[in-house]
């Protein structure tokens, strides 16, 4: 139970935790999260900004061994249930708990005031186990976190962000239609309609690009809102794959980032935002050369 932002490697210490006890009782491992996140129902403006899609969540969860994932919806109804309502309703009639894992920060129900010894205490009268995890440390002995691998892709740092996830990050989704703008630049792009109105990375990117060929394409990638075309904040990710031309629409990829190059700007015009993107793919091209995997 938990929110799973990132599935980094401390969700997954965990969740390698889930497995065992679910072999070893033969029994389905299932993953409780929450959409939308809790802070941002409460604060949508202060709330901090997602690493992944709910759907690139789920394809990490299932990764990782579990069998069912349930997607409770976070509402006003929701959060005013009290914890012990929560376990009740939620936890036992609704998914007849066996055993149940949580970390040692997580806390649940109206007011936070569910806990780990909550759990204990109503899992003893109710007929469940449970078991807490403790926090897992990188080399440097800090916390592995979601708040962690935020903090490092708001600054850009991806190799850091490799470290603490276990894996290149990136997101996954459609090809939608565009506006063109890219093709006529001299620089077509993949376009990626992106949810979350803000995301944790930001800016532009070497990338690799999976699912349009047997082997992953080196690419440009760019994640924001595109000041100098567009003034309506939506965000887009946007893509050119280097050296390849072919009909990407409504096909599903995964865009990885390697390295961020700069962050977004706004410019005075078309000629300069083309020279810009020459200047970024021409950095990619030197970085693919220097043999980076």
């Known amino acids: 139970m938990g929110n799973f932002d990132g599935v980094h490697r401390g969700h997954q210490a965990l969740l390698a935790r889930?497995?065992?006890?679910?072999?070893?009782?033969?029994?389905?491992?299932?993953?409780?999260?929450?959409?939308?996140?809790?802070?941002?129902?409460?604060?949508?403006?202060?709330?901090?900004?997602?690493?992944?899609?709910?759907?690139?969540?789920?394809?990490?969860?299932?990764?990782h061994g579990v069998t069912h994932a349930v997607v409770e919806h976070f509402n006003a109804r929701f959060a005013a249930q009290s914890a012990q309502t929560f376990v009740e309703r939620v936890l036992v009639d609704g998914l007849r708990v066996r055993w149940m894992l949580i970390g040692d920060d997580f806390r649940?129900?109206?007011?936070?005031?569910?806990?780990?010894?909550?759990?204990?205490?109503?899992?003893?009268?109710?007929?469940?186990?449970?078991?807490?995890?403790?926090?897992?440390?990188?080399?440097?002995?800090?916390?592995?976190?979601?708040?962690?691998?935020?903090?490092?892709?708001?600054?850009g740092n991806l190799d850091t962000a490799r470290a603490l996830l276990g894996r290149a990050y990136g997101i996954s989704g459609h090809v939608i239609h565009g506006e063109k703008r890219g093709r006529a630049l001299g620089f077509p792009t993949l376009n990626l309609r992106i949810a979350p109105?803000?995301?944790?990375?930001?800016?532009?990117?070497?990338?690799?690009?999976h699912g349009l060929a047997r082997e992953s394409l080196p690419a440009v990638a760019s994640l924001g809102v595109r000041p100098t075309?567009?003034?309506?904040?939506?965000?887009?990710?946007?893509?050119?794959?280097?050296?390849?031309?072919?009909?990407?629409?409504?096909?599903?990829?995964?865009?990885?980032?390697?390295?961020?190059?700069?962050?977004?700007?706004?410019?005075?015009?078309?000629?300069?935002?083309r020279a810009a993107i020459a200047r970024d793919v021409e950095q990619a091209r030197a970085f693919f050369d220097n043999d980076h995997e």
């Open 108 to 155: 649940f129900g109206r007011g936070r005031s569910g806990d780990f010894t909550l759990l204990q205490k109503e899992g003893a009268r109710l007929g469940f186990k449970v078991e807490q995890q403790m926090m897992i440390a990188n080399a440097c002995g800090a916390r592995i976190s979601s708040s962690a691998v935020r903090a490092a892709l708001t600054s």
């Open 197 to 209: 109105a803000r995301f944790a990375l930001a800016g532009i990117c070497v990338a690799r690009v």
């Open 229 to 273: 075309v567009d003034d309506s904040g939506r965000i887009l990710l946007e893509a050119h794959v280097l050296d390849w031309d072919g009909d990407a629409y409504g096909a599903r990829v995964r865009i990885e980032f390697l390295k961020k190059l700069r962050d977004e700007e706004k410019y005075t015009g078309l000629d300069a935002l």
């Open 18 to 63: 889930l497995r065992a006890v679910a072999a070893a009782h033969r029994l389905p491992a299932y993953a409780l999260i929450f959409e939308p996140h809790p802070r941002e129902f409460f604060d949508p403006a202060g709330a901090p900004p997602r690493i992944q899609l709910l759907r690139d969540k789920l394809e990490a969860l299932r990764a």
